[in-house]
């Protein structure tokens, strides 16, 4: 890997045009149903790391396409993040007061709106995915099959699944392999949808699509395993949000399952699993080895 | 109109379609997540009347096409309307215990399955719509543009924007331009999307695609219209769920506004409206006309 690769200006760069691109383009707080407009632009547009559209753009980047040619796409994916936040958010789910450093959307403006801004945000995805502005000089078959990867990742056989999965698993005794279909499907299956629908957008073929696929499993999981570690090790002002929740809510996590110590060993095994499956690209994948490393490193 | 023709025996055999499609292609409940599969299923294979996929089939007959081809498409429908029920109803919302006669979503599986069996079914909604196997046959271009055309009548500019709208102005004085927001956003929307996609799924002309767009702006006002009348008028039993609700909640409706004869008098015009934008269509659009009849008429 090219050392010199900057990935703090990398990711403020690409974090940038993001944040632009949905300010631009999120909807503007008009109309008599303008509160919910504001809650959905509160919640998307605080500050986050923007890692899904990132990844999104640099699987592209990796498979010689160019990344920034898919800032809908990607920030559709944003828009999908921010509505599972909102939601996971509400009272009757984790009941947090506290995202990103502000007030959780419900605490802002109400239960009925958040909700609401929810599922906006959600449906907001689908409807960037399928204009035809944001998806000029696609393939029509790349557009239906990035809706189709997306679609899949963040419904019942991915993110809602996974999130219904870890809550009704709360205070139980879990199993590795349940603890693993949580992981997989909770936070996993956004991130290798958000590594296949870039690397489908910049023209891979068969052979990068899986590599890229199996990249994006074992970053998927690395990116769990991390935030379960920062649960319970991270710093709450750094983080934005409160820690300690799994070890009080009796939540599956993998420190819970097998020790602080054995779950970065094995938070280890699978960043080098990740970086082989990346093996047959040349430095064009460097920002996408840059950001697995970066996952296990962070400290928010 | 063909006055043989016999709308009871097509509704309850359209209906029938419909619901052994979902039946057939709704997750099974298996996995750790399997409750919140179990709320999906509950909410959108319980009783209804199945009118908004009964609408995208007649659409798309009345054009030329085969309805019942696309019943996947027709069936996303009802899950994005199970979706809006489920989120309606729940505490925060318009805090209701009995939906077609049984108890709410949230009342049988808790609000947080509640909560992500509404998100799964809006989600599997757009994975219908982009899977290929349900897509066998249709033009990408076509079923992009069905994916946009529902997404944007269930969104922030349709069906969320509306219930949004409905929520802030409750206890308000509300004039009849907003009134008008709330019907034409909250159910008119994905009323006038279902007949537009279908009849894009049947192969309209521009011409007719126009008509049909007329034809479903307005059913989709006359079906609020008469949902407010029969909060007012209708029965409780026969509804399967609470009437008096908007008095009580003082929210804005047509008979709170101009009275219920006016409103009567208002609706019957609105059909005229509606069954003259199918003037150019002959005994193939009769299923429509017949529909937009019943609406008016319906006891539930």
Known sequence: MNSSFDLKTYLEGRRKLVDEWLEEN?????GPHSLVIEAMRYSALSKGKRIRPILLMAAADAVGGDGTRFL?????????HAYSLIHDDLPAMDDDDLRRGVPTCHKAFGEAMAILAGDALLNYAFEILSSPSHSKGLDPETVISVIGTIGHASGINGMVGGQAADVLMEGKEVDEETLRFIHVHKTGAI?????????????????????????????????????????????????????KKDAEKKKATYPALFGIERTKQMGQEILKE???????????????????NYVVRRSR
């Open 191 to 243: 991130i290798k949808a958000a590594i296949k629908a870039g690397a489908i957008l910049g023209g891979a073929d068969p052979i990068q699509l899986e590599r890229m696929e199996e990249f994006g499993y074992h970053l998927g999981l690395l990116f769990q395993i991390k935030d379960d570690l920062l649960d319970v090790e991270g710093d709450e002002k750094r983080l934005g949000k409160r820690t």
């Open 274 to 292: 990740a970086i082989d499956a990346l093996s047959i690209f040349g430095p064009e994948a460097d920002a996408l080895r840059s950001v697995a």
């Open 26 to 30: 999120l909807p503007r707080p008009v």
């Open 72 to 80: 809908p796409q990607a920030s559709a994916l944003e828009c999908i």
